[in-house]
């Protein structure tokens, strides 16, 4: 663990060692030669010219300030040493020591752990590699539990029909079970359930990659809702549920795929449908709200509460737990809106108030060209 350590103190103190003997050995030069500048203005240089040995022409003044000097910068270069060996220490210490724990952070998170974090003590490049490594850690521990969550959901929907079309098969097969319109039918409606959970997995899947291309063109917001509300009040109508429409005047036009913003708001609605009491109410809107045109979904349905708020965008997450037929489809729905506001440009957002209904928003760029 501590080899980073050791390397980076080894390196400030060689360092330091070598400036210090630098300044010793510039100093001793610098004070040698200002010292025989000394004795030729005393008049001794005859007597070293003659002799050739200057330090048996010093007197003993000379010769301990000499032994003097040597001893101080002895005594100095003694004590920068320890000086410098503090300070490398502190240095290396203070390098090292954020590295070598984010490196055992790493170690752990790939070992399975995703509750590592690095604690951040400073706000330079290392504590904001610190505060990175952290906000990784949290969006992965995410996504692994979306994708369990993901995983679980697949599992569930697929083993509901797929259980009830064997074992009406079975039966059929065994002459338990007689196959008349109306078992066939029955057989059918499963088929199809799975058919549409295929569909949108695969639209799914096309949507993150990046795969499925939306072809943009002008769209009038105002007709394509017309036509959503009118084919959705029937469904509407057998919950006794009012159903309408309200959209500014000459609302611009955006830039935008028909089929997924059909796609979008009849998903919204029919979410609203489904968890909107009998006899309540149901309104679609649209307004321009800068440069985006909001879409907005409002019932008097049943609410969600707070903590299921910020997941209901979430991959077969529902606020009913039970997943009945009759809470909900696949679960699928909303997600896929997130997925094909983003591909626009857009967002999705929603609000809602515990047993008084929902608002789900849409909102896309207008067409600016």
Partial sequence: MGSLLIRVMVTF???????????????????????????YMSGMHGMMMNHGNMASMMGSPEKQFMISLKQSLLLAAGGMLLIGAGVSYYLARNIATPVIDLNR?????????????????????????????????????????????FLAGIAHELRTP????????????????????????????????LTKLVGELRDLSLLEAGQLQAEFTLLDV???????????????????????????????????????VNQMVYNLVLNAIKYTSDGGQISVRAAAENDMIKIAVTDTGIGIAVEDLEHVFDYFYRVDPARTKASGGTGLGLALVKQMALVHGGKIKAESTLGQGSTFSVLLPIDLH
């Fill in 13 to 39: 103190f060689v360092t330091t060692v070598a400036v210090i003997v630098g300044l010793i050995l510039v100093v001793n030069y610098q004070v040698s030669e200002n010292f025989n500048s000394y004795l």
């Fill in 105 to 149: 952070a790493v170690n752990a998170v790939a070992a399975g752990n995703l509750d590592a974090a690095v604690s951040v003590e400073r706000q330079d490049e290392v504590g904001q590699l610190a505060m990175a490594f952290n906000a990784m850690t949290v969006k992965l521990k995410s996504n692994t539990v979306l994708r369990q969550r």
């Fill in 162 to 193: 797929l259980t009830i079309l064997k074992a009406n098969l079975e039966g059929i097969a065994d002459g338990v079970i007689t196959p008349n319109v109306e078992q066939m039918s029955s057989l059918t409606e499963e088929v199809d359930r």
């Fill in 222 to 260: 105002a007709q394509l809702l017309r036509e959503i509300v009118g084919k959705s009040k029937p469904l509407a109508g057998e919950k006794c549920i009012s159903l309408r429409i309200e959209t500014e005047d000459r609302l611009p036009l955006i830039w935008a795929d028909g089929d997924m």
